[in-house]
Every structure is written in structure tokens, then in C-alpha cells.
């Protein structure tokens, strides 16, 4: 199958046939049930996404959403299928996106001002409880603004959320995605970009909570010069089913890409997926891009699936090249750290500590950041007690 825009063509030429990539599609009846035999299925428990995926979402289920922002920078709205940039950068690819997309009738819609440089975040809480839901949010960056965005999600839902984003030439704009569920709660959606001329895009991914959760995220380009840096961070427990798919289409000459995905398992039954590709168009010269997926599994009883993909339809680039790991500790890293008299506790703790920062670092909001790290902490004094009784 083939995925196309909106308007059934590809924005860099050409024609690629793909089972990576659905043909994209706003009706929900061009993607039925799937029944794991599909590629972009077969590593989901389907079970568990049953209840999400058979009934369309319930409309205005009161679940609560909370946008603080800055009102003299920022306007926000809704915005009706069709209407304005909704639809522009993202067009579903499965079925869980297009049920977001119908269930959404009203999409919230932050519009930043060209220009504007905004000192703190903009911040969307949705907190469910117990509703199967569905939120389409479309975030517009206007040319040259400098400015954050952080979606926070908690509680307990079966959600179905897409985010889309549109970034103007030359601005500078970051998406921080946290999935901070309740253990019972299931996510399945899709987040979309494009990324303007010269514009720079950073979205990181944070994933702790829930029973599964899976999300599509995809950039695209609207012009020449424009980079994206995708970064995600999974801390996958006992039970818990955590799937990040990733598409960057380099479709525009000069372009650039970063993708560093790294996850952590602990726990029996804990079960990570990543699937990352980069596809490289006829036309798109001189771009650069790079993925990786790495993987620390801390105890027994884990399962890390990790695909890195590219697609090169052009031998005039700069360079493109993926990595893929998944292992335990270093055995190195935590004799040197015990030479110097940590415990072999400590040790470890300091390892996957470091794992992890150097990903929370890269978001640029201090209070956020301390609030992660905190989180991951309080999972690796959980992973402690599981390793000691392994030992």
C-alpha cells in the first residue's frame, strides 16, 4: 500500500508502494478491525485494544482538558473537520487515528503568533476518568515564533488522541508528549508535522503509565531547510504494552532528521515495540538523518521489539543511517562505578539514570524535567528490588 497526502499524491514526487505505510484515509471504514496479520499490527496484543478500537468514541464525554497558555501570544479555538490547518499535517493511517479524527468533532486549536517568543510553556492537561474518549488537538506555530507546548495525560480512559502540528517557516517550536496513565488505561492515536522552511521542530515522547499504549508519530516537510529532532523515553513495567511507531518523510531538498528513542523493561510480561523508518525521496538532495532505538532490559521476563527501517529513493545525500540495542548493564560501566565503591545497586542505579537523562535533558523545562526524573527514580526503586530478587 502507499501512503499519500490529502491529495493522493506524495509532496516530494514520486510514488513509493510500502506495507510500512497505510494508504491515509479520514474514514474509519477504510480500516477495519485489524486482525494481527497486518504488518503494522503483529506486534500488538489486539485484546487489549478491542474495547478502544470497536465502538467510536462517545462525543462531549466531560473529560477534563486544561490549556494554560499565555493570551497574549497564543489564541486558542476549535476547529471543525476541514476547517483551517485541521487536516493539513495529519490524515490518519490506521484505525485508531481516524476514530480520533471522527470522534473529535471539534478540534482544540492553538494558534502562536508569528514572532512571539514565549518565556514559559503552554501546558494541556487531559485527565480522564474511566471515559472512552477521543481529542484532536492541532497546534499552529506561526513563521519565526519561538515557543513550547507540553500534553500531559493522565488518569484512566480508553483514549483515542491525535495531535497535529503545523510549523511555520523559521520558527522554532517543541511538543513534549507525557503519558502519564492510570494502570488500566489504554491510548492508541497519532501525532503529525510539518515542519515549514528553515523551521526547526523538537518532539519528545515521554511514556510511563497505562496498560498499552500505542502511538503513531510522523514528520513531514513544507520546504527546504527544516530539521526535526524526535525523542522518546518509555519505561515499560510488569503487564504493561508500550508501541511507538515512527515516519519521518524527507521530502524536501536540504532537510535534516535526529530520531533517539530509548526505552527501559522491568517486570514479567513487560513488552516494548518500536518501529522507526525514514524514507528518503527522489528530489530530496543533501539532507541528513539518523535513528535509534536503544533498549535496557533490568530484569527477567521482558520482550523488546526494535525495527529501524530506511527507504532511499536518491544517492545524493548527506548521510542516513539507523541503530538499533537492546541488552542489559554494562558490565564495564558497572565495574568501573563498583571500583570506586558503589554498590552494585548503586551502580546500576546510576547507569540507567544517565540512560535516561540525557534524554529529559534535551526538553528545556526545568520543572518539568525534575518532575521525570523523580518518576524515573521512583521506577528504578522498583526495578532495585525486582534485580535483587534475581541475584
Known amino acids: 500500500m502507499a501512503f499519500r497526502d490529502a491529495a493522493g499524491g506524495y509532496p516530494g514526487g514520486g510514488a513509493v508502494e510500502s506495507h510500512l505505510h497505510p494508504v491515509p484515509s479520514f474514514d474509519v471504514?477504510?480500516?477495519?478491525?485489524?486482525?494481527?496479520?497486518?504488518?503494522?499490527?503483529?506486534?500488538?496484543?489486539?485484546?487489549?485494544?478491542?474495547?478502544?478500537?470497536?465502538?467510536?468514541?462517545?462525543?462531549?464525554?466531560?473529560?477534563a482538558v486544561?490549556?494554560?497558555?499565555?493570551?497574549m501570544n497564543t489564541t486558542l479555538g476549535t476547529l471543525a473537520p476541514g476547517v483551517g490547518a485541521r487536516g493539513t499535517a495529519l490524515v490518519p493511517v490506521d484505525r485508531a487515528s481516524a476514530l480520533a479524527s471522527g470522534g473529535a468533532t471539534q478540534a482544540r486549536h492553538i494558534h502562536i503568533a508569528a514572532a512571539a517568543t514565549l518565556a514559559e510553556p503552554i501546558v494541556v492537561?487531559?485527565?480522564?476518568?474511566?471515559?472512552?474518549?477521543?481529542?484532536h488537538l492541532v497546534?499552529?506555530?506561526?513563521?519565526?515564533?519561538?515557543?513550547?507546548?507540553?500534553?500531559?495525560?493522565r488518569g484512566s480512559a480508553l483514549f483515542l488522541g491525535n495531535i497535529e502540528v503545523i510549523v511555520g517557516d523559521g520558527a522554532k517550536l517543541s511538543v513534549v508528549s507525557?503519558?502519564?496513565?492510570?494502570?488500566?488505561?489504554?491510548?492508541?492515536?497519532?501525532?503529525?508535522?510539518?515542519?515549514?522552511?528553515d523551521a526547526q521542530y523538537r518532539h519528545v515522547m515521554m511514556t510511563f503509565g497505562g496498560d498499552a499504549v500505542r502511538i503513531q508519530n510522523c514528520v513531514k516537510y513544507a520546504g527546504p531547510g527544516g530539521s526535526a529532532e524526535l525523542y522518546g523515553l518509555y519505561f515499560t513495567d510488569?503487564?504493561?504494552?508500550?508501541?511507538?511507531?515512527?515516519?519521518?518523510?524527507?521530502?524536501?531538498?536540504?532537510?535534516?532528521?535526529?530520531?533517539?528513542?530509548?526505552?527501559?523493561?522491568?517486570?514479567?510480561?513487560?513488552h516494548s515495540v518500536w518501529v522507526g523508518d525514514v524514507l528518503i525521496r527522489r528530489g530530496a538532495n543533501d539532507i541528513d538523518s539518523y535513528e535509534a532505538n536503544k533498549n535496557l532490559v533490568l530484569t527477567d521476563g521482558c520482550r523488546a521489539d526494535s525495527v529501524p527501517n530506511l527507504e532511499i529513493e536518491t544517492g545524493?545525500?548527506?548521510?542516513?543511517?539507523?541503530?538499533?540495542?537492546?541488552?542489559?548493564?554494562?558490565?564495564?560501566?558497572?565495574?568501573?562505578?563498583?571500583?570506586?565503591?558503589?554498590?552494585?545497586?548503586?551502580?546500576?542505579?546510576?547507569?540507567?539514570?544517565?540512560?535516561f537523562y540525557d534524554i529529559i535533558r534535551r526538553i528545556g523545562?526545568?520543572?518539568?524535567?525534575?518532575?521525570?526524573?523523580?518518576?524515573?527514580?521512583?521506577?528504578?526503586?522498583?526495578?532495585?528490588?525486582?534485580?535483587?530478587?534475581q541475584e
Request: aromatic share 8%.
Open 139 to 153: 497546534i499552529e506555530a506561526g513563521a519565526g515564533c519561538d515557543a513550547t507546548v507540553v500534553v500531559e495525560h
Open 365 to 389: 523545562v526545568p520543572a518539568l524535567e525534575e518532575r521525570l526524573k523523580t518518576h524515573v527514580d521512583a521506577e528504578l526503586a522498583k526495578a532495585a528490588t525486582q534485580i535483587e530478587g
Open 125 to 135: 492537561t487531559v485527565t480522564g476518568a474511566g471515559q472512552h474518549f477521543a481529542e
Open 316 to 355: 545524493n545525500i548527506k548521510g542516513a543511517g539507523h541503530s538499533s540495542t537492546t541488552g542489559r548493564f554494562d558490565d564495564e560501566q558497572l565495574f568501573y562505578l563498583m571500583s570506586r565503591g558503589l554498590s552494585a545497586a548503586e551502580a546500576r542505579r546510576l547507569v540507567v539514570q544517565g540512560f
Open 66 to 71: 486544561a490549556v494554560a497558555h499565555d493570551p
Open 238 to 270: 510488569a503487564g504493561q504494552y508500550q508501541e511507538h511507531r515512527l515516519f519521518v518523510d524527507q521530502n524536501a531538498p536540504h532537510t535534516t532528521s535526529r530520531v533517539d528513542y530509548r526505552g527501559a523493561l522491568q517486570g514479567q510480561g513487560a
Open 178 to 197: 507525557v503519558q502519564d496513565w492510570a494502570a488500566d488505561a489504554v491510548h492508541g492515536g497519532m501525532h503529525a508535522a510539518t515542519v515549514g522552511r
Open 29 to 63: 471504514a477504510d480500516f477495519p478491525m485489524p486482525s494481527g496479520r497486518e504488518e503494522v499490527w503483529r506486534f500488538a496484543p489486539l485484546p487489549r485494544f478491542v474495547a478502544l478500537l470497536r465502538e467510536p468514541p462517545v462525543a462531549d464525554s466531560g473529560a
